[in-house]
């Protein structure tokens, strides 16, 4: 069984530019999360997909936007990156929508200078 | 008031003592509750997760929910310099349905 896996490892971009994180959730899966981990805290829920659809959102603005593809990878852009931005981002898997048990992927580091 | 509470800790325990990690949550509609583990530079790793009040075994972890009080806890019995990580308590269902919600976790040192 394969787990959650992202691409890529680290990334470092310049404040203003646009960014595409990427996620394939583990085997079995139909839901993928998005979360920002900022250094010493929780992670912070951005938002979800579930069968192609946003499934849910948190305290983001628009330029952090979605998708999810029909074999259930994930993409998260970020556009007019901000230095605030810079932390892990986190994506998990689960086997359904709604309050179900979520696998994190090994993250995405962002450094926005 | 934070949505989910947690001691940040760090709490230091020897080896071979019972770890005892707490979290408090505001949303009384919230039905799952889950224990994650973070070593330093990693991603969140799920340890423990619980729907129904009471306790709940798996090796060496417990995780005890209490709805009336809005609290959870995790016991880690005979504690291993292994188990030095950040715990992260987190809640889902109710208002915030499909979402986790993150405590801002609890450094837990074991010392030999």
């Known amino acids: 069984e394969t787990g959650v896996t992202q691409s890529p490892t680290h990334l470092i971009k310049t404040r203003g530019q646009q960014v595409t994180l990427r996620c394939s959730s583990q085997s079995g899966h139909n839901t993928v999360s998005w979360y920002q981990q900022a250094l010493g805290q929780g992670p912070q829920f951005i938002f979800q997909?579930?069968?192609?659809?946003?499934?849910g959102r948190g305290n983001f603005p628009p330029r952090f936007s979605g998708l999810q593809f029909p074999n259930y990878s994930s993409e998260l852009n970020v556009n007019a990156l901000e230095l605030d931005d810079s932390a892990l981002y986190l994506c998990?898997?689960?086997?359904?929508?709604?309050?179900?048990?979520?696998?994190f992927g090994p993250g995405t580091r962002l450094t926005v200078t | 008031q934070k949505e989910v509470e947690q001691n940040s800790g760090p709490l230091s325990v020897p080896e071979g003592a019972i770890a005892s990690l707490n979290c408090t949550y505001s949303?009384?509609?919230?039905?799952?509750f889950f224990w994650y583990r973070q070593y330093s530079g990693k991603s969140p790793e799920l340890i423990m997760f619980i729907y129904s009040n009471g306790d709940k075994e798996d090796g060496r972890f417990t995780a005890q929910l209490n709805k009336a009080s809005q609290y959870v806890s995790l016991l880690i019995r005979d504690s291993q310099p292994s188990d030095s990580a950040t715990y992260l308590c987190?809640?889902?269902?109710?208002?915030?349905?499909?979402?986790?919600?993150f405590g801002q976790g609890t450094i837990l040192t074991v010392h030999p």
């Open positions: 949303d009384r509609g919230s039905q799952s």
């Open positions: 987190a809640v889902a269902g109710g208002t915030s349905y499909g979402k986790l919600t």
């Open positions: 997909y579930y069968r192609e659809e946003e499934n």
């Open positions: 998990a898997s689960s086997p359904g929508q709604g309050a179900a048990e979520q696998y």
